[in-house]
């Protein structure tokens, strides 16, 4: 029930994030930001409207495909993320920007290649996400670089979004899930306890794990940028991968091992082009204020 799984992951979230507030609050002395009703419909529902259908999609995906395809297909989302980045002007077209995104995209093709298993309909919600995703994580960094909305802080970003990430999610479950969960014999009409408590001890960890996961992704896109965090996130899907080799039996041949030096390669490549234009920038700046 991925679906379902989700929901119970956005609550946790929010819980989470509500007593870190709360925390925060209590230690400064300062309060949190609220934002009123009409800019949080305005400019936040547009960011949580994308992200649940990412996030939905994605954890649907699961049901009909292995790791490798979801990884394969997932890493397109460099390239809608870099297009929606240009779109808005976040990022200033640059030959070397490109040649980075098709590195990294290729080469985790090639670290993917003839290690899935094809379905139609597990590559297009994948492929649906990656689209998505793009809009997602432009539609965040916006949000989150407006001083004047004051969310430069994950959490206050986190709270806000997953309100109404549930209520986008929870009619799509209700329509494929709803039913099959309350008759479960593992959920809803549990017969064993310890199915119970397999359960929900696993949601727990789960919600644990997204709630670390989403505020390492907010907080360096409201540093860097939403480009910046899918290239780091690349680490992220190359861990993916090696982990479904090890345990869940997932073959790699000499083109995917040459796919993720080409992969790693382009990481490389932008990590060294970001430091030498920032040191740039840096000289730049102390040259006109001693100027």
């Not at 699961?62 to 929606?84: E, H, N």
């Not at 990022?91 to 490109?98: S, V, Y």
């Not at 290729?106 to 298993?117: A, I, P």
């Not at 940028?225 to 899918?230: D, V, Y």
């Amino acid at each position: 029930f991925p679906l379902f799984m989700t929901l119970v992951h956005l609550v946790i979230i929010f819980s989470f994030s509500t007593l870190t507030r709360f925390a925060m609050q209590c230690w400064t002395g300062k309060p949190r930001v609220t934002l009123p009703w009409k800019v949080y419909l305005s400019k936040v529902a547009p960011t949580a409207l994308a992200t649940t259908l990412d996030i939905g999609l994605s954890n649907w995906s699961f049901l009909f495909i292995t790791i490798s395809l979801y990884t394969m297909t997932k890493s397109s989302a460099v390239l809608f993320i870099l297009f929606f980045s240009l779109v808005f002007k976040l990022e200033e077209p640059n030959p070397f920007l490109i040649l980075v995104v098709l590195l990294i995209a290729s080469g985790l093709f090639m670290f993917t290649l003839k290690s899935t298993q094809f379905n139609l309909e597990g590559f297009i919600m994948v492929l649906l996400a990656s689209f998505i995703g793009g809009i997602r994580w432009t539609l965040t960094q916006v949000l989150m670089q407006k001083a004047e909305l004051g969310l430069q802080n994950p959490i206050d970003t986190m709270y806000h979004l997953q309100p109404l990430m549930f209520l986008g999610l929870f009619p799509l479950f209700l329509l494929n899930e709803g039913l099959s969960v309350s008759t479960t014999e593992k959920l809803f009409r549990v017969s064993e306890l310890s199915h119970l408590l397999y359960s929900l001890v696993t949601l727990s960890v789960g919600g644990m794990l997204a709630f670390g996961l989403g505020f390492s992704e907010f907080l360096l896109v409201s540093r860097t940028s939403s480009l910046m965090l899918s290239i780091a996130g690349i680490f992220k899907e190359v861990c993916t991968l090696l982990l479904a080799v090890e345990f869940m039996g997932d073959k790699m041949s000499t083109v995917n091992w040459l796919g993720f030096a080409v992969c790693l390669s382009g990481i490389s490549l932008h990590v060294g082009l970001k430091t030498y234009y920032n040191k740039g920038k840096t000289h730049s700046d102390y040259a006109c204020k001693y100027l």
